[in-house]
């Protein structure tokens, strides 16, 4: 990484690596590392995942590079303070607009000294609001040359029939043929009392949690006093 300086990351795993260069740079190296990222839930999710390392920052890209939305790129100014970091980590650069990407590659070129940069970025996956991308593509694609990592392996789910239909939904709108070829033995039928028993028969036989995720609070409270009741032997069979 030293020796060259500018690294590419793609496809799934991304953060994980990440937050491993991050400990490593920050504490076995004590190096200064900034961690950019597009939104600020993602900023408190590395938070909740990094240990405690000196030398390691986690702020969005409009505050770490102090971006205002009504700067224009020839009247940005980056902040000083940039000046004493050695390595940047920009995580999802894909939802990163064009605005912002120009800004951010005026700051590292304005730079004294020479930093090391990590993008990770997966462009198949979320998108810019502002649905264009070039100048992050372009910043992404003068770094491969020197180093680029593509994850093959996917760690969330081992599920063939899964990952065929993300494969294919994340290219193109799946027409309705395909959504109810996929979806047509996924579905419960019968009322949420039925459904109840049935995870928590898979649980059972399992061994493993069976976890139910709701659009509402009004939903997970169902859910909830339906367990319940099975566990207290009032849901009967």
């Not at 994850?151 to 799946?174: E, F």
Request: net charge positive; charged share 25%; hydrophobic share 40%.
């Amino acid at each position: 990484l030293r020796r060259q300086r500018q690294m590419c990351i793609r496809d799934s795993g991304k953060t994980a690596v990440l937050i491993e260069i991050a400990c490593q740079a920050g504490e076995g190296k004590e190096l200064v590392v900034n961690i950019l990222c597009p939104t600020g839930t993602l900023v408190h999710a590395y938070n909740d995942r990094l240990p405690d390392v000196p030398n390691v920052t986690v702020e969005t890209i409009h505050s770490g590079l102090h971006i205002r939305d009504n700067d224009k790129v020839v009247d940005y100014a980056p902040p000083s303070r940039l000046r004493k970091v050695d390595v940047f980590l920009l995580d999802e650069a894909s939802q990163i607009d064009d605005d912002v990407a120009c800004k951010f590659a005026q700051a590292i070129k304005e730079l004294p000294q020479k930093v090391i940069i990590g993008i990770a970025h997966d462009f198949k996956q979320l998108q810019a609001v502002g649905g264009v991308q070039n100048a992050m593509r372009t910043i992404c694609a003068s770094c491969e040359p020197h180093n680029t990592f593509v994850l093959k392996t996917v760690h969330r789910t081992a599920d063939p029939g899964l990952l065929a239909y993300l494969a294919v939904i994340r290219l193109v709108q799946p027409t309705r043929q395909f959504l109810y070829q996929y979806w047509k033995r996924r579905r419960w039928r019968g009322d949420l009392v039925s459904c109840v028993r049935r995870g928590l028969k898979i649980a059972e036989t399992t061994g493993k949690p069976f976890k139910w995720f709701t659009v509402t609070n009004q939903g997970t409270n169902e859910v909830n006093i339906w367990r319940w009741r099975k566990k207290s032997g009032s849901l009967l069979y």
